[in-house]
């Protein structure tokens, strides 16, 4: 048995905050973020990260490429 | 084991998902949320992934993607209003080695260029076109397009798109898809992950396609434009989904080879 853990880096600066990679995530772990970026946008973050599955959707709707999504294995310890 | 950290997770090695190595650094200068920028994503993955970026050559039309040389780094020529497919013809048919693309919107494609498009379609040009269906003109300020839809307000159809004075909405590839020259016409679109994965199969069975000689590939994908449209993002997608999607449907419309016009060969005439 192994469970799915995932995290991704939002290039902050290139983020323009339009919301569609926080809608797409099925984990809610994406939010727009309360500070701005140097141009003005509320970039994306994980507000949740431990929920990740690192599932590439966020990454996939992004229109400016700023997601890279990582994914890791975790082995489950069964009784 | 010990819980695991973010940093054990964000390594190289982990990595599954990220920007293509064919964009270039520079920063789109679409508006938030436009499905340009997907678009010009999965085109640039699949150059990727098919190992063409020395042979693929792109056209960039006039709209909001005129800049799209900025951002994909392969050959490009800029072609006139509406004239993609004509300057593609021209370059593949002096270089059938190539993969050769035009890529236009709406305005520019079934509008101004609808010569263009029609004929390259006709002659089946075995190139790829991609047609961003966003049903306004973005780049001049979100005005009345072929594609608009009825009751849809532009800024020229400022009490929404009337049939008796502006005619009706062009299918223009439903249209296409009945011409001999085409091989592969699609609808297609981006809003969610699933349709980005479709899409992005799509455009590489055109790519593929291209190098086979078997006449055109024309991809559209319904699009948004949310600055013409005024309204967000996620809004813009829904709205997409409600009006567009019933008189667009995605999906295959052909999906072969140009036709064998054999049986109507006709004799040549006797002196
Ligand atoms: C010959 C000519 N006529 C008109 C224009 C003005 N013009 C620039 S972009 C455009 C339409 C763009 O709309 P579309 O093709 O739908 O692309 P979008 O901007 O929506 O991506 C027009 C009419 C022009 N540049 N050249
Ligand atoms: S990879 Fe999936 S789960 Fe993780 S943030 Fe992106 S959409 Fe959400
Ligand atoms: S989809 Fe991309 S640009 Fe939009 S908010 Fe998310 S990271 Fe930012
Ligand atoms: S005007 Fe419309 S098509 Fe042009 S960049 Fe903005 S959202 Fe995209």
Redesign the interface.
């Given at each position: 048995m192994a469970k799915v853990?995932?995290?991704v880096?939002v290039d902050q600066e290139?983020c323009?905050?339009?919301?569609?990679c926080v809608?797409?995530c099925p984990e809610n772990v994406l939010g727009l973020h309360k500070e701005v970026n140097s141009k003005g946008?509320h970039y994306s973050h994980m507000v949740s990260?431990e929920n990740c599955i690192?599932?590439?959707?966020c990454?996939?709707?992004?229109?400016?490429?700023?997601?890279?999504?990582?994914?890791?294995k975790?082995?489950v310890?069964q009784d | 084991?010990a819980e695991?950290q973010?940093a054990?997770?964000?390594?190289p090695e982990?990595?599954?998902?990220?920007?293509?190595k064919i964009?270039t650094d520079t920063?789109?200068h679409?508006?938030?949320?436009?499905?340009?920028?997907?678009v010009h994503?999965l085109i640039a993955e699949v150059i990727e992934e098919l190992d063409i970026q020395e042979e693929t050559v792109g056209v960039a039309p006039v709209g909001c993607s005129v800049m799209m040389y900025n951002y994909i780094d392969i050959d490009w020529m800029e072609a006139a209003h509406g004239r993609a497919p004509a300057v593609a013809t021209g370059y593949k048919r002096v270089n059938p080695k190539k993969y050769v693309f035009s890529y236009q919107g709406d305005g520019d494609l079934a509008a101004i260029g609808t010569a263009e498009t029609m004929h390259a379609v006709n002659r089946g040009e075995n190139i790829v076109m991609i047609f961003i269906n966003n049903a306004t003109y973005g780049m001049t300020g979100g005005q009345m397009a072929p594609t608009t839809m009825v009751g849809q307000v532009t800024s020229t159809s400022p009490y929404g798109r009337n049939v008796d004075i502006n005619g009706y909405p062009l299918r223009i590839t439903e249209l296409l898809a009945m011409l001999p020259g085409a091989a592969y016409v699609t609808r297609q679109s981006?809003?969610?992950?699933a349709n980005?994965?479709k899409c992005k199969k799509a455009i590489r069975k055109a790519f593929e396609n291209s190098a086979k000689n078997i006449g055109t590939s024309f991809i559209e994908v319904v699009s948004t434009c949310n600055s013409g449209w005024k309204i967000?993002?996620?809004a813009a997608?829904q709205w997409m989904e409600e009006n567009m999607f019933p008189f667009y449907p995605l999906g295959d419309l052909k999906d072969g080879e140009r036709d064998s016009f054999e049986q109507f060969s006709v004799q040549k005439l006797k002196k």
């Open positions: 853990r995932g995290a880096v290139c323009k905050g339009c919301n569609l809608v797409a946008y990260p690192g599932c590439m959707n990454g996939m709707v992004c229109p400016d490429s700023c997601i890279t999504v990582y994914r890791v975790v082995p310890e | 084991m695991l973010l054990d997770i964000i390594k982990n990595k599954v998902y990220g920007k293509s964009m920063p789109l679409y508006c938030y949320g436009c499905s340009h920028g997907v994503k981006v809003h969610t992950p980005v994965r967000d993002p996620v997608n």
